[in-house]
């Protein structure tokens, strides 16, 4: 079980955001993303427009006035069965994935996935809502697709049972830590 960590949330006053992009949804948790960390997860979406691509969006659970979550960390998925519409996460994915925490992002969590629908757009299939609902069934946990061909983007979240797409908040440069 994860306890949020207390820790105040990137606001106007203590970072430049650029704003809340998409729906946020009033009771669910906001999603925060450092901008370098969207703009890596777009660029290796476009390293291949041929087949799907996956990775793992790695960082925080946090507490401030809400609970929140705060998008670190971007992690190419391995050893994957890719194909032109679909992706499969194997063994050696997860065993990799957990490797890579525990000598480098000890400190982060798994806040979600992500994976590219190249040129076929942004949603959830049957079979990526199956694989949310066993891999990534913490109710902070997000699904970022992306289609690299139309350069489209967005993320779900959960929110009452179900899956549903939301907005996010791009922060763009974190003041300095006092
Ligand atoms: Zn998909």
Not at 14 to 34: E, M, N, V, Y
Request: net charge negative.
């Amino acid at each position: 079980m994860i306890e949020p960590i207390p820790k105040p949330a990137p606001s106007p006053t203590t970072s430049l955001q650029r704003g809340a992009i998409g729906t946020i949804h009033r009771d669910a948790l906001p999603i925060f993303i450092h901008e370098p960390v969207l703009e890596d997860i777009l660029d290796y979406s476009e390293q291949d427009p041929g087949r799907e691509l996956g990775g793992f969006l790695l960082g925080g659970l946090h507490v401030d006035e809400f609970e929140y979550v705060e998008i670190r960390h971007f992690r190419p998925a391995v050893e994957v069965h890719s194909r032109a519409a679909s992706l499969t996460f194997t063994h050696d994915t997860w065993a990799k994935l957990t490797r890579e925490i525990d000598e480098q992002f000890a400190d982060q969590v798994v806040l979600g996935w992500h994976h590219t629908h190249p040129n076929f757009g942004i949603f959830l299939s049957a079979y990526d809502l199956f694989i949310h609902r066993n891999f990534f069934s913490e109710p902070w946990q997000v699904a970022l697709v992306v289609d690299p061909q139309r350069q489209e983007f967005g993320f779900f979240q959960w929110k009452q049972g179900e899956v549903v797409d939301c907005g996010f908040v791009c922060v763009k440069e974190a003041a300095p830590n006092p």
